[in-house]
């Protein structure tokens, strides 16, 4: 129906081989950037996981797409077909989609960083695409659940609805920095590092989605949230540059190791102690 010339590669699955490393998977990206960069007018490339739930791009012009990336052009395509439509979107994304939404007319309704929540949302009325930043994508017109084959239906529909590359839509992107980091925890004292974190910003302007998210100015802010499966805390970081993000990072992962390491201050530490260290 979409008149699709598709060129499979290494379409065997190994059953035996459900997941793969860091080191492998950036290995597969750019193996797939490559293939896309040597065959002649190809919209893009992408690879599937044995699970068909994450979706790797390599765009037209044989660009691995950063997932994050991938995301933003999906919700950028998605408000254009449909105008006033809604995008559920993991709370560490960055702070584009806001305003993308604003400048297309659609909306975005932000859930806690976890698959299940981002699926259930999916469900609500009004939801044109659920997305984690992280190659997860839903599309409920089929079913409220992480389909990767299904999102490469839908981009390849919507490129052609809108009669553009996805290069172009890449392109006009604004241009965002993140930056990531995880802190070892126990989990005696999980609840504990989170409570007290959430009274040291209690004054600041913040929301407790799926932890609590910091926003210490435009498009800037600090995400800290607890694994939901090991003692580990994410951290996730917006900024103006990426050395702002990378700065916030550091400084947020000083924090949240002190809470962890030192229990008997960790309840007392005041908002002024916490500005400081900020400013070291």
């Known amino acids: 129906q979409l008149n699709v010339d598709a060129v499979p590669l290494n379409a065997r699955v190994d059953a035996s081989k459900l997941s793969s490393s860091q080191e492998e998977a950036r290995g597969s990206r750019a193996q797939l950037a490559r293939i896309v960069r040597a065959l002649d007018r190809v919209s893009f490339g ?8 994450k979706l790797v791009i390599a765009d037209d012009l044989g660009r691995d797409v950063p997932n994050r990336v ?11 077909s449909q105008p006033g439509s809604t995008v559920v979107i993991s709370v560490d994304q960055s702070s584009v989609y806001e305003q993308l939404a604003a400048k297309y007319g659609g909306k975005v309704r932000r859930v806690a960083a976890d698959p ?3 699926m259930r949302a999916a469900t609500d009325d009004g939801i044109m ?7 997860s994508f839903v599309f409920p017109a089929l079913y409220p659940g992480v389909d990767s084959l299904f999102a490469v239906g839908k981009l390849l529909e919507m490129l052609a609805q809108q009669g553009v590359r996805l290069s172009e839509v890449i392109a006009e992107l604004p241009e965002f920095h993140m930056a990531t980091s995880n802190v070892e925890g126990v989990w005696e004292s999980k609840g504990r590092v989170m409570r007290c974190l959430i009274n040291q910003f209690a004054k600041m302007e913040h929301e407790t989605i799926d932890g609590i998210k910091v926003h210490l100015g435009d498009r800037t802010w600090v995400l800290i949230y607890p694994d939901n499966d090991t003692a580990t805390f994410h951290l996730t970081a917006e900024a103006k540059s ?7 990072i550091a400084d947020y992962d000083a924090i949240v190791r002190r809470l962890i390491l030192e229990p008997s201050r960790a309840g007392t530490t005041s908002e002024a102690a916490t500005r400081r260290d900020l400013r070291a």
Not at 129 to 135: S, T, W
Not at 242 to 248: G, K, R, V, W
């Open 242 to 248: 990426d050395d702002a993000a990378l700065s916030l």
């Open 116 to 118: 299940q929540t981002l």
């Open 70 to 80: 991938l995301a933003l052009a999906m919700a950028v395509l998605v408000f254009r």
């Open 46 to 53: 992408a690879r599937l996981d044995v699970g068909g739930e």
């Open 129 to 135: 695409m659920a997305a984690d930043g992280a190659g």
